[in-house]
C-alpha cells in the first residue's frame, strides 16, 4: 500500500516539513499548495497581465492555484488540514469540506482552544491530531501496522 | 424549473429571513442548519446522553446536524454562503467546500472587508453578492429571466 | 425537507412500529425488509421452484429480498440499523457497510453490551442509539429542529 | 492483468498467510487489515491520548484503522472476506457489504455452518468457497485461465 | 416503496401484458421498447429523411430508439429482460448488461432450452424466471412481502 | 414516460416557440436559457455592480447565466442544440459538450450548410433533424411510439 | 497515449491472435475472456465443487469468469466486441452492453449478414468493422494517427 | 505532481509545439488530437470503406477521431482548448464543454477579439490566456511554484 498525502491549510510555520522529515521511509507521496505567500497571493496577475481591482486580482490568483489544489486532492487518499493561530484560514476549512466530499480520509491538525470552532470540521475527520508528530504516527500505523514505541 | 436553495453560513442575523421573504412567489424551495445555536450545540448530549469531555460533547452534536446539512447539501441545486463579521465561521467555509466538490452551483455573500480571505471560495463560486436583495435577484433572475427595475 | 429513512436489521422485536409510531407527523417515509421471517426465508423456492440443495434455496430466496433491500438502501437518506440479542446478523451488519458506502447517514441502534463489538460500525455512524426513541428524537430533530423537551 | 486483493475478516488463523502462499508467482497485490489485534484495538489512544470511557478509546482507533480499510478496499478488485468459528464478526459482514456497494468482486470464505446466516451475503458474492486453497484457485483461474490439475 | 420496471426483450408474444395485467393494484410504473416492430425499424428514415444503404437506415432508426431505452433503463430500479424463441434477440442481452453495469435489478426471463446460452445473463441476475406469472409474484413480494397463495 | 428537454443554441429565431407549440399534448417539460438578448448579456453588473472592463462584466454574467443552464442540462433526459446561420454560436458547441459528458441524448438541429464544421457534435448525438418539426416527431415516437402520418 | 482493449466475444476463430499481432509494437495492452471452452464452462464446479443441476454448474461458472470480465471490462479503453457466425453469442451483446452503459469506446466486429440484428449494438459503436485488420487499423491510427498505406 | 495536459482546438498554426517545447523539463505527458487535417477527415472511409454521402464519409471519421479524443480528455487533469482566428472550431467548443462536465480544470487560449464570443467558456475556466508562452507559465506555477522572472 502507498498512500498520497495531501498537506492542506496553514503555510507559516514548518509544521509540513515535519511531517515529512518524520514520515521518510514510509510509502507515502505528499503534495501540497503553493507555500510562497507573495507567488500565491500574486501568481495571477504576474502570469495573465494586471488588474486595477484588488477583488479580480485575487481572483485570477485564487484560480490558478485551484489547478494543483483540485488536482492534488483529487489524487490524495488520506488529506491533513492544519488549522494554525492566525487569519481566517477559510481555504484551510473549504479544502477540508472538499475532501470530504470526495469522501477522502480527513485528518484535522489543531491546538486545543480550536476545538469548539472547529467541531464540524472534525465530526468529519478519521482523527484530530494536536502535532504533526501524531500524523506521522497515524501514517506509518496506517501503513505498517506499527504503534509508537512505548504507546502501550 | 423549480430550485432547491440552501442557506448556509452565519446564524445570527436575518439575512435567511430576507432572502426567503424576498424569493415569495418563486419557485424555489429553501432549507438551511438548524439555527438555534443552542439546540445546535446541545442535541447530541440532549438525545444521546451526556459527555464528560467538551469535545465528545460537540462531537456528538456536530454529527446529528451533519444529518441534516448533507441532506439539504446534496438535494440543494444552489448552496448560498453567508459570511458575517463574528466568529471563526469555518462550519460555512466547510460546506462551501462540501457544495463545490458536489459540483453545486454556489453564492457567496459577504462584506467588502472579507474580500481578500474569501478569495478561494470566491474563486469558486458563480456569485459572489453583498446584499441578501442581490441573491434574490439572481434567483428571480434564474428562474423568470428577468432583471432588476431600473438596472438597465 | 422529507427524509427516507430505512429501518435495516433485526426482524424480531417491534422496535420498527415503535419508531413509525413515534415518527407520526413527521415528514419521513419509512422502508425495510420483509420482517415475516418465513416469507423471507422462502421466498426464493416459494416462487421460483424447489431446490435440493439448502444453499440454493437459500440463494436463490437471498436474491429475492435484495431487489427491496437495495432499492430502499438506495433511496435512504438515513439508514438505522438495529442490532439485536440473537443470532449473527450479519446481513445487518452487511447493510450498514453498504450503505456507508453509499454516503448514506447511518445510526446505529443496540444495547451497550455489543459495544465493542460494533467498534467499526458505529465509527462509520453519525449516531449511535440505544432506544427506538432516541431514533425519533434525531429524526425530529434533523427535521426540525426540536430537541426533547427537558433535554436543555 | 494484475489483482489488487483484499482479504476481510477473521484475524486469529492463518488463512492469509496460506492465500499469500498459494498466490506466488501470480500477478496479486494483497492487502488487508491490522492483524495485530491488540495494536488494532488500542491504536487510537496509543497516538491520539488516552480516554476515560471505552466507546471513545474503541471509537478513536475503529476510525484509524478505517483510514486503512477504506483506501484498500477502495484500491481493491477482489475482496475475500473471512468468517471464523468465533466472536460476531460484524466487521467482516460490513466490509463485505461496503465492498458490495462499490461493486467489487466478492468471495466470501467460510465454513459449511454458516451457510444460512450468510446468505444474503453469499448471494452478492461471486464465488463461496470453504478453504484458502480454493480462494488460490480462483486467483490462478482469473488471471491464467488455468484449472487446478486433476479438476476435470 | 414504488418500483420502475422495464420491460426488455422479446416483442412478438403478449408477455408484457400478462405482467402489467397480473400487477394491477401494485405500486409499478412499467416502460418498455417501441413494440410496433415496423414502426422500431423504420423510424429514424420515416422522420429524418430516407437512407440508400440499409445500414444507415438501421443506424438512424437504432439511434432514435435508444433515446427512449436508455431514458426507461436509467430510471428503472428493476429491469427485466425476456429471450424467446426466435431470432438472434441481441437486443435484449445488450440491454441486460446495459442494466447490469448501472447496478439494475435484473430479472431474466426464459425457457429451460435456452439455460446454458443465457448463463452468463442469468449469473448477472437476482431472479431467473421461466413465466410472467412468476415476474408478477417477484414484484407483490418485493412490493408487499407477500408470497403466492398455497406457495408454503 | 415523462422527458425534460433543454433547448440549447440560437435566441434569434422562433425555433422553440415551434417546438413547444408542436409538442403540446405530449408528457414533455421543456427548459432553455433565458433568450432576452440584452438581459443575458448584461445580468452579472445589472445585479452585482458595474465593471470597468469589458471582460469581467462579460465574466460575470456568463456566470450568472450558468446557473440556470447547468440546472437544466443537469435535470434534462434529451438535450436539443440548434445552430443558426449568424455568429460564433460557441456557447452552444459547449452546451453540447457538456450535455454529451453528462451521457444525455442529443438531438444537434442544423441546415445542411454547417454539416462538416458540426461532424464531431453530430457523431456524439442520437440524431440530427434540419427542422423543428422533426425534433416534434421524434419526441412523439419516444414518448408513444408513433410516427408521423405518410411517413410510411 | 497508451491503450488497454478488451476482446470480448466469440471464441472459436483466431480473430484475437491476429489482432494482437497485427497490433505488434502499439502501446496497446490486450485482455480477454478465459478462451478454453472446457475450462470455462466447468470452472465453477472444478474449483467449488459438484452441482447435481446443470443451471447451479453453469451459474458457479458463469460466477467466477465474471471476476475476469468485470475487471478487464472496467479497466479497458476501447471493447471489441466480435459476433460469429455460430451460437446464440448473448454474452458477446451482453458484454456489449456493460461496456456501453460504462462509457467505453466499443468497436463491432461482425460480417454484413448480421448488420440487421445488431443494429442497436452498432448505433452505440465509435466503429463497425468487418475484419481483424480494420481493428488494427484503427488502434494504428487512434495512436499514431497514421492511415493505412494506400488509402487515401 | 505530473500532469496530464491535453492540447484541444485549432491545428493550423504551432501553438502545440510552443508550448511542448516551453514545458520541457516539466512534469508534463501531452496528447492532443490528430493534427493531420486531411487524415482526421478521412480516416474513417480510409479504414472502414467509403461513404456516397458526405454526411456519412464524415461521420465515420468523427466516430474514429473520438475514440482518440474522448480517452485523452478522461485522462487529462488540464485541458488547454485553443481558438484560432479561422474556421467555426465547434469541436473546439464541443471539447470544452466535454471537459467542464468532467471537472477538468480549463484553460481557453484565444485573442482578445473573441473574448465576448468566448465568456460562456471563459467563465468555466480557471484561466484565461493569450500566448501558449502563458500556458507554459501556468504549468511551470502549478507543478512548480514558480513564478516568471521579472513578474513581481
Known amino acids: 500500500m502507498k ?22 521511509g ?13 507567488a500565491s497571493d500574486d501568481c495571477g496577475v504576474a502570469i495573465l497581465g494586471r488588474e486595477e481591482q484588488k477583488f479580480w ?10 489547478m494543483r489544489t483540485r488536482k492534488a486532492l483529487t489524487d490524495a487518499d488520506i488529506v491533513v488540514v492544519r488549522f494554525g493561530e492566525q487569519y481566517r484560514q477559510w481555504n ?15 485528518i484535522v ?9 472547529l467541531k464540524e470540521i ?15 504516527q497515524i501514517l506509518r500505523y496506517t501503513l505498517e501496522g506499527e504503534l509508537p514505541q512505548g504507546s502501550a
Open 26 to 38: 514510509l510509502a507515502v507521496t505528499f503534495s501540497g499548495p503553493v507555500t510562497d505567500h507573495a
Open 57 to 66: 486580482h485575487d481572483h485570477k490568483g485564487a484560480k490558478l492555484n485551484a
Open 109 to 117: 491538525l489543531h491546538g486545543a482552544d480550536h476545538q469548539h470552532a
Open 3 to 24: 498512500l498520497n498525502v495531501y498537506l492542506a491549510g496553514e503555510i507559516h510555520t514548518d509544521w509540513r516539513d515535519q511531517i515529512i522529515a518524520g514520515a521518510q
Open 122 to 136: 472534525d465530526a468529519a475527520a478519521l482523527a484530530v491530531a494536536e502535532t504533526p508528530a501524531q500524523v506521522v
Open 92 to 106: 484551510a476549512a473549504f479544502d477540508a469540506g472538499f475532501a470530504a466530499a470526495l469522501g477522502k480520509s480527513l
